[in-house]
Nanobody, 122 residues
């Protein structure tokens, strides 16, 4: 079974930056995309960004577009989320996932990381 290990979360002041990493334990031929989701306390899981493995297609939720950048390094089986200009409302547990397409619906993904906490303070 594929395991996704996340890292890079932490505490940062508003306006600061973090880079999240998510490394997959193995390659799967049926995986064509990787994505990031987040869940804040008391809220539903929210799509953040997704990318195809060929890097030709990316999607971002409106609230992070222009601030966050998703990328994938296929040689390392790793997806990244560079988060700049962080806001208080970005505080959440962030999850990476792999699936067949860069869907905004989390149900479309096969495997999920354990989550990493991002806390933005004022």
């Amino acid at each position: 079974q594929v395991q996704l290990v996340e890292s890079g979360g932490g505490l940062v002041q508003a306006g600061g930056s973090l880079r999240l990493s998510c490394a997959a334990s193995e390659r799967t031929s049926s995986t064509y995309a990787m994505g990031w989701f987040r869940q804040a306390p008391g809220k539903e899981r929210e799509f953040v960004a997704a990318i195809t493995k060929d890097r030709l297609v990316t999607y971002y939720t409106d609230s992070v577009r222009g601030r966050f950048t998703i990328n994938v390094d296929n040689a390392k089986n790793t997806v990244y989320l560079q988060m700049n200009s962080l806001k208080l409302e970005d505080t959440a547990v962030y999850y990476c996932a792999v699936g067949p397409r860069p869907a905004k619906n989390g149900d479309q993904y096969y495997y999920w990381g354990q989550g990493t906490q991002v806390t933005v303070s004022s």
